[in-house]
């Protein structure tokens, strides 16, 4: 079982930057791979990023290509997404989620926290 909790949303002016952090629990974090998605009403939730076991390997999605950094510390059982340059489209909430492989699929995903919002504003 892995627990997972969100912080460090808010509101934000477009072009500035938030780091979130996802804080696990339990003795297993770095069995599990750590992926960020996030939902705005109405639409899916979708893939933002993604970290392996290790921190080495990683998984974008284009939106947030050259401006989010996906990174964990298996010591302190957290797991950081760095969010640059914002855009209002960034506006969602974010959620964070353990998986076994490394993938996009929602659906492999199988411990979410319970979501933290991010507002960008214009």
């Known amino acids: 079982q892995v627990q997972l909790v969100e912080s460090g949303g808010g509101l934000v002016q477009a072009g500035g930057s938030l780091r979130l952090s996802c804080a696990a629990s339990g003795r297993t974090f770095s069995s599990y791979v750590m992926g960020w998605f996030r939902q705005t009403p109405g639409k899916e939730r979708e893939f933002v990023a993604a970290v392996g076991r290790s921190g080495i390997s990683t998984l974008y999605a284009d939106s947030g290509k050259g401006r989010f950094t996906i990174s964990r510390d298996n010591a302190k059982k957290t797991v950081y997404l760095q969010m640059n340059s914002l855009k209002p489209e960034d506006t969602a909430v974010y959620y964070c989620?353990?998986?076994?492989?490394?993938?996009?699929?929602?659906?492999?995903?199988?411990?979410w926290g319970q979501g933290i919002q991010v507002t960008v504003s214009s």
């Open positions: 989620a353990a998986a076994v492989p490394l993938v996009t699929t929602k659906s492999e995903y199988k411990y």
